[in-house]
């Protein structure tokens, strides 16, 4: 007999110590992620061979304490590695843990390495090579804090790797993990199951091989145990034959039906070749589907759904996956009443998507990934109530949004706008922007005020994103969904993603670039679009100035106009570059094209040029090195007309607007600087923006004398 620790993840101690128990153990002792126990060799081959959660058995030849990297070479020299290990063997050290002289798992395989190689050079043996492709004699070292065990690793490599599956899809779920869900679930394949995103097919091949007793081991090529002194070869065929002829009766037993649904073609033929080489390719019934349709197979009574939906690295920007789990919660409590359901997500937030309240949940980890585990009765419904549920979600703010579709679509056809807004705060529970691109739609959430519960502001979102995908019939990985907040200084530069997808949009015949998930805006303000036209039409022959200029799309409608020559100005390298970009698409490259990368503020101050037409936006409010450390639209306002009178030529006009509510024109100052304004806001608010009109400002102010002339 000799002493054992079988590891596996953090959470799963308890059912790997039930699970060793129904394979013989009878002393089983849970630790931290893991269970000591001792064994026969018949036992651990057995124990090897049948674990469907265990990722190593490891045999303990020592158990120390471990302060410092002395400590530990001296106790791994004071084993007797010779009788381990055959003369020019090979050898590698796993180790796991770190303390505070051993900081770095590396450094302490290494010392245990060396340790390992002096034990046979002391002798005048053969030293051992060491080998990460399937070595002689694996070594596995656990560090906690000052608390070392010491052994030789039994199966050779993590049960996880079954032999089974060779390709896996982008965020593979282990094998052991799997089966681990199946476990936890109850189910012994007494009933139906299901996965309805099964990708690469994990969860149905395991519980396949659980229902037909197949032996998660019995495809493994090699075993640690092999090259040990004490291996028994015929003990071990004995107890891989009765393994063998188990799962060849078992497979002919199993009358369960396994159902593994996924929308990816390419992964089901991935899962399909993977459960063929499981041996289970007859026992599961793979079909293509869409998880936010899922429908119940006809024999499907009491039966049990699990999953490990996708889940994705923050939640505000992935608005497709809060869409498929609110659908999918929909499906199953309106087409699998009286079934269970178990789903494993690292998001709690997207679990509670689903609107369903979970009986039992775990915590269990996939890979170094956090995870939770939860599992849930679905109620048995009657017509009425099953009609209830298929009832629209959000039904007013649905009804809201169809309205104002059917209203805008047409009016933007005509004015030839791929971009446009349908629907903007409308009702006061669903407080949000929603805009057209394309055949993208952009939801922009305004932050909840706080006396809004946390819980209720997310069900709304999750009930207005998938209102909306119901209503615009867009694929839900065609939303991209940004939460508004009050800005300040350039936050607006502030990255959000790094995906980097561009695409292009069409305004009155002009072409721009927009970028609809990296940054907080796109690259194209919609409520500036009559703004723009108006630029286009007043700019031929004309020296153009864009100050804040952004992406320059108001510079490309300028040029287009047939401007003589344009500045574009903005301190952002970024935009700067974006703007050149706006221009080529539209064909508009030359020297008369100027770009200036500046604090608008600070090249106003020396800028000397003089200009025709020129078009500033600035910012509400900035934080700048100029304007006493802060710039206030209406308060700095005037300050800046200083600057633009000297700039602009006398029959020249300034078009200025900006965002700020209830912004006045202080029209003294404006007359004492010999300037004239007038209020265009209403002539360039366009119709899908008319619901906020205190946010549009525009004016054009001339010199006075201009206007006496």
């Not at 670039?513 to 690259?523: A, C, E, Q, R, S």
């Given at each position: 007999m000799h002493h054992y620790l079988a590891t596996t993840s953090i959470g799963l101690e308890n059912l790997l110590a039930e699970e060793l128990n129904r394979l013989g153990v009878s002393d089983s002792?849970?630790?931290?992620?893991?269970?000591?126990?001792?064994?026969?060799?018949?036992?651990?081959?057995?124990?090897?061979?049948?674990?469907?959660?265990?990722?190593?058995f490891i045999r303990v030849l020592s158990e120390f304490s471990c302060q410092d990297d002395m400590d530990l070479y001296l106790s791994a020299s004071a084993i007797r590695w010779s009788d381990y290990l055959q003369l020019s063997g090979t050898v590698i050290v796993d180790f796991n843990g770190t303390n505070q002289s051993i900081r770095n798992s590396q450094y302490g395989a290494v010392k245990v390495k060396d340790a390992i190689v002096d034990h046979f050079t002391k002798r005048n043996l053969p030293r051992p090579t060491i080998s990460k492709d399937r070595p002689d004699l694996r070594v596995h070292v656990r560090l906690n804090r000052e608390k070392a065990i010491l052994g030789i690793d039994m199966v050779g490599g993590s049960l996880h790797i079954r032999g089974y599956r060779t390709e896996a899809g982008a965020a593979p779920l282990r094998e052991t993990l799997a089966a681990a869900m199946i476990m936890r679930s109850g189910w012994q394949g007494n009933v139906a199951l299901l996965d309805p995103m099964c990708g690469s097919g994990t969860i149905v091949i395991e519980a396949a091989m659980i229902a037909a007793g197949i032996a998660p081991g019995i495809n493994r090529a090699h075993w640690g145990f092999q090259s040990l002194p004490d291996y028994e070869p015929e003990l071990w065929?004995?107890?891989?034959?009765?393994?063998?002829?188990?799962?060849?009766?078992?497979?002919?037993?199993?009358?369960?039906?396994?159902?593994?649904?996924?929308?990816?073609?390419?992964?089901?033929?991935?899962?399909?070749?993977?459960?063929?080489?499981?041996?289970?390719?007859?026992?599961?019934?793979?079909?293509?589907?869409?998880?936010?349709?899922?429908?119940?197979?006809?024999?499907?009574?009491?039966?049990?759904?699990?999953?490990?939906?996708?889940?994705?690295?923050?939640?505000?920007?992935?608005?497709?996956?809060?869409?498929?789990?609110?659908?999918?919660?929909?499906?199953?409590?309106?087409?699998?009443?009286?079934?269970?359901?178990?789903?494993?997500?690292?998001?709690?937030?997207?679990?509670?998507?689903?609107?369903?309240?979970?009986?039992?949940?775990?915590?269990?980890?996939?890979?170094?990934?956090?995870?939770?585990?939860?599992?849930?009765?679905?109620?048995?419904?009657?017509?009425?109530?099953?009609?209830?549920?298929?009832?629209?979600?959000?039904?007013?703010?649905?009804?809201?949004?169809?309205?104002?579709?059917?209203?805008?679509?047409p009016w933007a056809k005509r004015e030839q706008l791929d971009c446009y807004r349908v629907y903007d705060a409308d009702l006061p529970d669903y407080n949000a922007a929603i805009d057209i691109y394309g055949n993208h739609v952009v939801i922009q959430e305004y932050a909840a005020p706080k006396s809004i519960a946390p819980e209720k502001a997310k069900r709304r979102l999750t009930d207005m994103?998938?209102?909306?995908?119901?209503?615009?019939?867009?694929?839900?990985?065609?939303?991209?969904?940004?939460?508004?907040?009050?800005?300040?200084?350039?936050?607006?530069?502030?990255?959000?993603?790094?995906?980097?997808?561009?695409?292009?949009?069409?305004?009155?015949?002009?072409?721009?670039?927009?970028?609809?998930?990296?940054?907080?805006?796109?690259?194209?303000?919609?409520?500036?679009?009559?703004?723009?036209?108006?630029?286009?039409?007043?700019?031929?022959?004309?020296?153009?100035?864009?100050?804040?200029?952004?992406?320059?799309?108001?510079?490309?409608?300028a040029a287009l106009g047939g401007a003589k020559s344009t500045t574009t100005v903005d301190m952002s390298k970024t935009y700067l570059e974006w703007a050149k970009e706006n221009m080529t698409l539209n064909k508009q490259i030359g020297r008369q094209h100027r770009y200036e990368q500046a604090d608008c503020l600070q090249w106003l101050e020396q800028a000397k040029g003089q200009y025709d037409l020129i078009f500033i936006d600035p910012p509400t409010f900035s934080n700048s090195k100029r304007m006493a450390g802060t710039f206030d639209v209406q308060r700095d306002h005037i300050h800046l007309m200083q600057y633009l009178k000297r700039l602009l030529r006398q029959d020249g006009v300034i078009v200025f607007s900006n965002n700020k509510r209830q912004f006045k024109m202080d029209m003294a100052a404006l007359t004492e600087l010999q300037l004239s304004a007038e209020n265009i806001s209403s002539q360039t608010l366009p119709l899908d923006f008319k619901r906020h009109q205190q946010i549009h400002n525009c004016w054009l102010i001339r010199h006075r004398q201009a206007d006496a002339e």
């Open positions: 002792q849970v630790v931290q992620a893991g269970v000591r126990f001792r064994a026969s060799n018949e036992l651990i081959y057995r124990c090897c061979l049948w674990s469907r959660i265990a990722s190593r065929t004995q107890v891989k034959t009765q393994a063998s002829v188990q799962s060849k009766k078992g497979l002919k037993q199993v009358s369960v039906p396994i159902y593994g649904y996924d929308y990816d073609s390419k992964m089901l033929n991935l899962a399909k070749e993977n459960a063929r080489r499981a041996g289970v390719r007859d026992l599961i019934e793979f079909q293509s589907m869409d998880a936010a349709k899922l429908q119940c197979p006809a024999s499907f009574q009491a039966g049990l759904v699990i999953s490990n939906p996708p889940y994705g690295e923050r939640l505000g920007t992935e608005p497709s996956l809060i869409a498929l789990y609110a659908s999918l919660g929909a499906q199953l409590k309106s087409e699998f009443g009286g079934c269970k359901a178990m789903f494993l997500s690292s998001s709690d937030e997207l679990l509670s998507c689903l609107r369903m309240r979970a009986d039992k949940q775990f915590k269990m980890r996939n890979g170094s990934l956090p995870c939770h585990l939860k599992f849930y009765s679905i109620a048995e419904r009657d017509e009425t109530q099953r009609q209830m549920a298929g009832q629209e979600v959000a039904a007013d703010f649905a009804n809201r949004l169809r309205k104002n579709i059917a209203k805008i679509t994103i998938r209102a909306t995908t119901q209503v615009m019939d867009v694929d839900a990985n065609h939303i991209v969904l940004k939460v508004r907040e009050k800005q300040k200084g350039h936050a607006q530069y502030q990255k959000m993603s790094t995906k980097a997808k561009t695409s292009q949009v069409q305004e009155y015949g002009v072409r721009f670039i927009v970028n609809l998930y990296d940054y907080l805006d796109t690259g194209l303000f919609l409520d500036h679009r009559l703004t723009r036209r108006r630029l286009g039409e007043m700019a031929k022959g004309r020296d153009f100035l864009n100050l804040f200029a952004y992406t320059g799309t108001a510079t490309v409608h």
